[in-house]
């Protein structure tokens, strides 16, 4: 089936640092996501993405987050600076439409590591 | 606050058996439930889903039911397989939408040959 890649899968740095979490999404989806889990918790949402332009957001998705997708290149998440509460799993989606015709498509998951 | 509630977190059948994962919600707008199956390290897969004006939701082995009045869903394997073992997600999201989807904590799934 279709498939979303991550890059990287696991890192590991320094809080303060700054991390991009790079995902591939399915050549022809149009809208993305990303999620957040901590080990053994729920995975949360954290925000979307259409046009180029953030569609909703959680409040998880603190100042120190950014997304982009420049050129149809990776859609990224950015965190700068890092906290020791960023360390979590983070789960990139894409879906073809929006509603239900559009099923999501996950990664296998970026683990973050601040230390 | 947890939106969504899942129950056990984990779960061992043996093979040939009917697994059941329950799931319970909070929000009244919640309209579309989606479970989703994950192995490790895999990312989580769509597996099945319901919408609320439904009681009962089959694929083939897979069934939801749906209790809207008591705001609780549950996921049935029927003829259970070493294969099936995995986290399966409840998930709820609002006006019929994929946009932004409240998760479950999960139920670890094993089944035993």
């Known amino acids: 089936g279709p498939k979303v890649l991550q890059i990287p899968s696991h890192q590991i740095i320094d809080m303060g640092q700054m991390v991009t979490l790079n995902c591939d999404p399915v050549?022809?989806?149009?809208?993305f996501y990303w999620y957040k889990q901590i080990l053994g918790q729920q995975m949360e949402f954290l925000v979307n993405?259409?046009?180029?332009?953030?569609?909703?957001k959680s409040k998880l998705f603190k100042d120190q987050f950014s997304v982009e997708r420049p050129d149809g290149s990776y859609f990224t998440l950015k965190i700068q600076p890092t906290a020791l509460e960023d360390s979590a799993v983070y789960f990139c989606?894409?879906?073809?439409?929006?509603?239900?015709?559009?099923?999501?498509?996950f990664g296998e998951g970026s683990k973050l590591t601040v230390l | 606050q947890q939106q969504v509630r899942q129950s056990p977190q984990s779960l061992t059948v043996w093979e040939g058996e009917t697994a059941i994962l329950n799931c319970s919600y909070e929000?009244?707008?919640?309209?579309?439930f989606p479970w989703y199956q994950q192995f490790p390290g895999e990312g989580p897969a769509l597996l099945i889903s319901?919408?609320?004006?439904?009681n009962k939701k089959e694929d083939g082995r897979f069934t939801i039911f749906f209790n809207k009045r008591e705001k609780k869903l549950s996921l049935h394997i029927a003829d259970s397989q070493p294969g099936d073992s995995a986290t399966y997600f409840c998930?709820?999201?609002?006006?019929?939408?994929?946009?932004?989807?409240?998760f479950g904590a999960g139920t670890k799934l094993t089944i035993k040959p």
């Open positions: 989606a894409s879906s073809p439409h929006r509603g239900l015709t559009g099923q999501l498509y």
């Open positions: 998930a709820a999201s609002a006006h019929y939408g994929n946009e932004k989807i409240t």
């Open positions: 050549s022809n989806h149009l809208y």
């Open positions: 993405f259409y046009n180029g332009k953030v569609m909703e």
């Open positions: 929000n009244s707008a919640f309209d579309y």
């Open positions: 319901i919408l609320s004006v439904s």
